[in-house]
């Protein structure tokens, strides 16, 4: 499994690709949202994790970039990773596209959790065991 964190912070960065280790799964790193966007364009990705709050091109409309690409990685499963804590967060990160919503600091069992179920839901079950 290949996944893409699109964040700024470099240590929620390592703590998620230690975490991704511990599965098997490989992680890219973006630390801003157009970096995202363009190795989107020239890598395959399974999953893409994005944090709502970074300089220049925010998460939200990172995802809003994403789900309005015509082919198919603008399917793409899409998890939101954030420390905001805002009522109505998850509620519009979905409306946006995001497949799932985890709050930082994101805890190992949650974020298998969230990739499991998207991966099941997309394809009637998973082939990955976290």
Do not use: H
């Not at 703590?15 to 395959?44: F, H």
């Not at 809003?64 to 998850?90: F, N, S």
């Amino acid at each position: 499994m290949n996944v893409l964190f699109i964040e700024d912070d470099a240590m929620n960065r390592r703590v998620v690709r230690d975490m991704l280790d511990v599965a098997g799964a490989t992680m890219a790193e973006a630390d801003r949202a157009e970096e995202g966007l363009r190795r989107i364009d020239a890598e395959d990705f399974d999953v893409i994790l994005v944090d709502l709050r970074m300089p220049g091109i925010d998460g939200f409309e990172t995802v809003e970039r994403i789900r309005a690409r015509p082919d198919a990685k603008g399917e793409l499963p899409i998890i939101v990773v954030t420390a905001d804590t805002a009522p109505d967060l998850t509620e519009r990160c979905k409306r946006l596209g995001a497949d799932e919503v985890l709050f930082k600091p994101v805890a190992m069992d949650a974020l298998f959790d969230a990739i499991g179920r998207i991966l099941a839901a997309r394809a009637g079950e998973s082939d990955l065991i976290l």
